[in-house]
């Protein structure tokens, strides 16, 4: 079930990736990487132990728009080495994220991610403009993350 939102912001991104797939996702689905690719993102530390499952939570604090934004997360849907789903359950700007893997033929593999926001909040005034910032920002993180893959400075998943 998706989250509900009052002003729905939707960001679809797709980008391939040249490295294999069970490698990506252990980078993607460990959110203490987010700082490392995701612009805007300062820390990312896990509240709940490991392992990795439904229901794992993490603190995030970030900045979008000169704003720090402070937001608690829960793993609503996962399925190891190809989905993973996350929403927040205290934000300033309530989101829903989906990050989905692929393996190739060829041994790559192709990374997507739905982002879904609510704007309604603190940056109601900057609607308008929030979907176009909102857009451009997801897809340079996830050309940032094909770059810091593929260049092999991922590092490792700590899960």
Known sequence: ???????????????DIDCP???????IADM?????WQQGQQACT???????????TYDQEATFLG???MSSFEVVEFDAGSTIRIRTTESTMPIDVTRQVVAREDGTSTVS????GDASGVFRLAEPAMKVLVRRSVRKD????????EAGRGGSSSW
């Open 113 to 116: 991610a739905v982002v879904r």
């Open 32 to 36: 203490a990487n987010n700082p490392t």
């Open 142 to 149: 996830y050309e940032r993350l094909k770059e810091l893959l």
């Open 46 to 56: 896990w509240t709940s132990e490991p392992p990795l499952r439904l229901g794992s």
């Open 1 to 15: 079930m998706l989250a509900r939102f009052d002003a729905v912001l939707e960001v679809s991104v797709s980008v």
């Open 21 to 27: 797939a069970a490698d990506v996702f252990a980078y």
């Open 67 to 69: 704003k720090t934004i």
